[in-house]
């Protein structure tokens, strides 16, 4: 399963179509968070001028339909839909480039007598900037491809590395029930 006509055509609705392909679709060293959202009404006008949440919705939509492999930024950028900064949407700018690159990435599917389901789970510690809560991450496979997945912070704040991994185990777990 491909959405690469589909990213051709969001690549293409926010003008992005002859932009440079991306490796990575957020570096390592960023970190966002609420202090990049526009701190004076001039800043704020200018950001309204920018289709952020139109562009962080066709994400959103690439992602849940085939493409785990982003659904950690899109979270993340979500987050700011409500007073997005430059910052945010120059981040925002770098997962088109990476879909750019990897548009024809798809989720495959093998042929198997032993139709298993494996799931993984992970998450970050204290990776919100804001309010230090952790995010959980999981994703199930069956026959080489990608079943489900979800990205999100946690509802509870994690004390530890671990606990932080004990509560992605759990919300995986009762996924996978």
Not at 92 to 117: F, P
Request: net charge positive.
């Amino acid at each position: 399963m491909s959405q690469g006509s589909y990213i051709d055509k969001v690549l293409d609705r926010f003008g992005m179509k002859d932009s440079k392909p991306g490796d990575t679709p957020i570096a390592k060293r960023d970190k966002f968070s609420l202090k990049q959202c526009p701190n004076s009404d001039l800043e704020r006008t200018e950001m309204q001028k920018i289709p952020y949440a139109s562009v962080v919705g066709s994400l959103m939509y690439a992602q849940v339909c085939t493409r785990p492999d982003i659904a950690f930024f899109v979270g993340v950028l979500g987050k700011y839909l409500s007073d997005p900064g430059f910052q945010h949407w120059k981040a925002v700018k770098r997962v088109m480039h990476y879909l750019k690159r990897t548009k024809g990435y798809m989720l495959t599917y093998q042929k198997s007598d032993n139709l298993e389901i494996i799931g993984y789970s992970d998450s970050d510690f204290a990776g919100c900037q804001d309010n230090k809560c952790s995010t959980s991450g999981y994703i199930y496979m069956l026959a080489g491809g990608a079943i489900s997945w979800k990205s999100a912070k946690q509802t509870l704040v994690a004390s530890s590395i671990m606990a932080a991994k004990f509560i992605a185990c759990f919300e995986a777990s009762n996924h996978g029930i």
